[in-house]
């Protein structure tokens, strides 16, 4: 069962729950969205499959809230220590692309690298949270690509701008509601033009998804539609202009972009 944000001519940005042949428009995806709850989506409009719409980032948030190191195969890679607690910071909403966009790729990087990484979109305001409690607050997963550029992350010493770049978070292709999704059971992986970079089983993750929410719950208010990206495994590595980048976590589905050069818009 997958829900879908599209652009549907006339009607705007919807979302919309997944069909065989039809998408079902879902006014008001956020609050308690499970499985039962969509399956009962009976009477909502719809549009034939084959309408003509764009497909778009499967969520709106106000914040994309990342960690790091989170994988200690990543760290190790890296040569960087294993923090003591979670390791947080954040991607600008501006960040954010839909499946089958392009990642463009920033003249002032000559280092820029794929991180695949497992994604949780929150259905409800989280605040102060406990780690028995904090994983009812999430509405579902998908793929995400935490695309950084190495090469200023490290000159810089903080991870705003390398990390912070226009399309440097690509997500989707859909979300997964989340009770039919246990992290635990499955598998991430990343390939580039067909060769795989990365892979490894979600639960070697150093700090669980709720105990994750929980400290983050403890910082910042999490608002329905906001982004968890959960943390990367090692094989992390380059990718240039012409690139095919694909994040698959077996549940989910399939996150692909290619990569182009970005163009300037400044005016001369």
Same mark, same amino acid.
């Given at each position: 069962?997958?829900?879908? !944000?599209l652009?549907?001519?006339?009607? *705007?940005? $919807?979302?919309?729950?997944?069909?065989?042949? !039809?998408?079902?428009?879902?006014?008001?995806?956020?609050?308690?969205?499970?499985?039962? $709850?969509?399956?009962?989506? %009976?009477?909502?409009?719809?549009?034939?499959?084959? =309408?003509?719409?764009?497909?778009?980032?499967?969520?709106?948030?106000? %914040?994309?809230?990342?960690?790091? &190191?989170?994988? &200690?195969?990543?760290?190790?890679?890296?040569?960087?220590?294993?923090?003591?607690?979670?390791?947080?910071?954040? %991607?600008?909403? #501006?960040?954010?692309? *839909?499946?089958d966009r392009?990642?463009?790729?920033?003249?002032? #990087?000559?280092?820029?690298?794929?991180?695949?990484?497992?994604?949780?979109?929150?259905?409800?305001?989280?605040?102060?949270?406990?780690a028995d409690?904090?994983?009812?607050?999430?509405?579902?997963?998908?793929?995400?690509?935490?695309?950084?550029?190495?090469?200023?992350? =490290? !000159?810089?010493?903080?991870f705003?701008?390398?990390?912070?770049?226009? =399309?440097?978070?690509?997500?989707?292709?859909?979300?997964?509601?989340? +009770?039919?999704?246990?992290p635990?059971?499955?598998?991430?992986?990343?390939?580039?033009?067909?060769? $795989?970079?990365?892979?490894?089983?979600?639960? #070697?993750?150093?700090?669980?998804?709720?105990?994750?929410?929980?400290?983050?719950s403890?910082?910042? =208010?999490?608002?329905p539609?906001?982004?968890?990206?959960t943390?990367?495994? +090692? *094989?992390? *590595?380059?990718?240039?202009?012409? +690139?095919?980048?694909?994040?698959?976590?077996?549940?989910?589905?399939?996150?692909?972009? @290619?990569?182009?050069? $970005? @163009? #300037?818009?400044?005016?001369?």
């Open positions: 069962m997958e829900l879908v !944000r652009h549907i001519p006339e009607l *705007g940005a $919807r979302y919309a729950v997944r069909r065989e042949d !039809r998408f079902g428009l879902v006014s008001s995806p956020f609050g308690e969205m499970t499985s039962r $709850r969509i399956d009962a989506l %009976k009477s909502v409009e719809t549009i034939p499959r084959d =309408t003509d719409v764009e497909r778009l980032a499967p969520a709106t948030p106000s %914040k994309i809230v990342c960690v790091g &190191r989170n994988f &200690r195969s990543h760290a190790d890679e890296l040569d960087n220590p294993v923090p003591d607690e979670p390791l947080i910071f954040l %991607k600008p909403p #501006s960040a954010l692309i *839909g499946s392009p990642i463009a790729y920033p003249a002032a #990087s000559e280092e820029v690298h794929h991180e695949a990484e497992l994604a949780l979109v929150i259905g409800e305001r989280l605040v102060d949270a406990s409690n904090a994983g009812d607050a999430i509405w579902g997963y998908t793929c995400g690509n935490d695309v950084t550029a190495r090469d200023l992350q =490290t !000159r810089d010493k903080t705003t701008r390398g990390k912070g770049f226009d =399309t440097f978070c690509p997500l989707g292709p859909h979300v997964v509601p989340a +009770d039919t999704f246990e635990a059971r499955h598998h991430i992986r990343a390939q580039v033009n067909g060769t $795989r970079r990365q892979s490894a089983a979600l639960d #070697s993750m150093l700090v669980s998804i709720p105990e994750l929410l929980a400290f983050i403890g910082v910042m =208010t999490l608002q539609g906001d982004v968890v990206l943390g990367t495994p +090692d *094989g992390v *590595g380059p990718i240039e202009p012409g +690139d095919r980048v694909s994040i698959e976590v077996d549940g989910v589905g399939t996150l692909t972009n @290619e990569v182009v050069a $970005r @163009e #300037s818009s400044r005016s001369s």
